[in-house]
């Protein structure tokens, strides 16, 4: 006997409600099928390293640690557009955006600046979406082969730009190595 039933997309499917045989209605081919896995599993080769000692190969399309990046002279490229929190699924990222003072045009690129720059790591969900939408490739997911954030309060998982901002040395650096190539 068919049964015509529409599904949550407005599509109709034709289920069939086939009286079942002894063998299917006792499982034991399905039974036997789950022990021949296990038993296949059992006896190849285990894929555990001992982590601290030895770190597994990360993956080309790794995404690590977010960081906010300075441009050549040292300068946050963040501008506080707000486009990185808009994509973000998760709705990790949280910022504050204030106008700069001429006094800071040595910190800041552009007229507005990210006062507050925060990522809540234990919502964030490593997509990527946040470098993909920022315009002035301000933030990035690095390759750091941090594995694992351990800690013991929530508040310590807040990252704000105390520990999201390029440090000043790594971006001369890199200006450094750029002019000698």
């Not at 508040?155 to 730009?161: A, C, P, R, Y």
């Amino acid at each position: 006997m068919a049964v015509e039933q529409i599904s949550l997309s407005g599509r109709k499917k034709v289920v069939s409600n086939k009286e079942m045989t002894f063998i299917e209605k006792i499982y034991l081919l399905t039974i036997l099928k789950g022990l021949w896995i296990t038993l296949k599993h059992l006896f190849r080769r285990k894929v555990t390293i001992k982590y601290p000692e030895e770190i597994r190969e990360m993956s080309p399309v790794y995404r690590g640690q977010h960081m906010l990046m300075r441009d050549d002279e040292g300068r946050e490229r963040c501008t506080a557009c707000g486009l990185c929190a808009l994509s973000c699924p998760a709705e990790a990222i949280t910022m504050k955006a204030e106008e700069r003072k001429p006094e800071e045009k040595h910190l800041y690129r552009e007229e507005k600046y990210a006062s507050i720059y925060e990522i809540n790591m234990l919502r964030c969900i490593f997509c990527g979406l946040c470098e993909e939408a920022c315009p002035k490739e301000a933030i990035f997911l690095t390759k750091s082969k941090k594995i694992a954030n351990a800690d013991y309060s929530r508040e310590d998982f807040i990252f704000g730009k105390d520990k999201l901002v390029m440090p000043l040395e790594m971006a001369i650096n890199n200006t450094k190595s750029n002019t000698a190539n």
